[in-house]
Each structure stands twice: as structure tokens, then as C-alpha cells.
């Protein structure tokens, strides 16, 4: 199968399985007017567990991410120290509503990334993903974490 195809068969999948998901603490949804696509997921809630983050993974499957949930929204930044894999970052408010993304965070850079000012919820992804499915600002995510949610969980 070409790139093509590849991506077009990737694509279906990801909209027709997501269309009767149920929400659980190991799979986000994202929608938007790419259609919507799905994530298996670490939670990252503590702040231990956002201070480790994926520092020293060494490969990470491609529908895969870690979801850093914060108690309140706020201004967050990221950095890459000990991160071995690119990666993109989607920054959502309270409501789990995308403000902002990042591509292609370059392994181990120590140089801030912002995420914005009123975040709560950070999504990491492999490097491309975001740009391979067509994510934006304003996209939707839905996880049981997102308390507020604009697309609530059933």
C-alpha cells in the first residue's frame, strides 16, 4: 500500500472507531474538522508524574501519548531535558478545547516551550502526528480528567 493509501486507511480507522468510543482513563479523543481520531494514553496527574513525564522513553507506538493534568488552569511551559523522542504538544484550557500546538520539540532542548496562559491539560504526542491528522486550535478533546468538558464523556 502506498503513503497514500497508508494514510487513508489510518484515517478511516481512526474516524469510524472512534464514533461509539467510551471514554476511559487509557484513551483521549480529539475532533475537529478533520473528523476525530483516538489516543491510548498515560495520565500524568501528580506532580511527580508531570515532573518524569516521558523523560527517557526510548520509542513510543504512534496513536500513543502521555495526558498531563494540572489542578487548575493556569500559564504552563515545557522543556525536553532527558527526552529522548521529538514530540508535539497540544495545549487545551478547562474545557478541554485545544488553545494551542507545538511541533516537533526537539530531544534533551532545555529551551522553554509556552503553552499559553489558562491550561490545563497538555497532550503529547510523537513528532508529526499533529500535522499528519491536521490538528488545530480550537480542536476538541475528550477525556474522564476533563471535568468541564466541551465534549463531555457519555
Not at 93 to 98: A, P
Not at 119 to 136: D, F, S, T
Request: glycine share 8%; aromatic share 10%.
Amino acid at each position: 500500500m502506498g503513503q497514500r493509501g497508508y494514510v487513508w486507511a489510518l484515517t478511516f480507522s481512526l474516524l469510524s472507531s472512534t464514533a461509539f468510543a467510551e471514554c476511559s482513563q487509557d484513551t483521549l479523543s480529539i475532533k475537529g474538522q478533520f473528523g476525530s481520531a483516538k489516543f491510548a494514553v498515560s495520565v500524568a496527574d501528580t506532580a511527580d508524574e508531570r515532573a518524569q513525564g516521558l523523560m527517557f522513553v526510548e520509542q513510543m507506538p504512534r496513536m500513543t501519548g502521555m495526558l498531563f493534568v494540572y489542578e487548575q488552569p493556569s500559564s504552563v511551559a515545557f522543556w525536553m531535558k532527558n527526552t529522548l523522542i521529538p514530540l508535539d504538544m497540544i495545549f487545551a484550557d478547562e474545557n478541554g478545547v485545544v488553545q494551542s500546538i507545538h511541533e516537533n520539540a526537539i530531544p534533551g532542548d532545555l529551551t522553554a516551550i509556552p503553552g499559553g496562559d489558562n491550561i490545563q491539560y497538555v497532550l503529547e504526542l510523537n513528532a508529526g502526528v499533529a500535522k499528519m491528522l491536521g490538528l488545530k486550535p480550537e480542536n476538541v478533546m475528550q477525556h474522564p480528567a476533563i471535568e468541564k468538558a466541551a465534549w463531555p464523556c457519555e
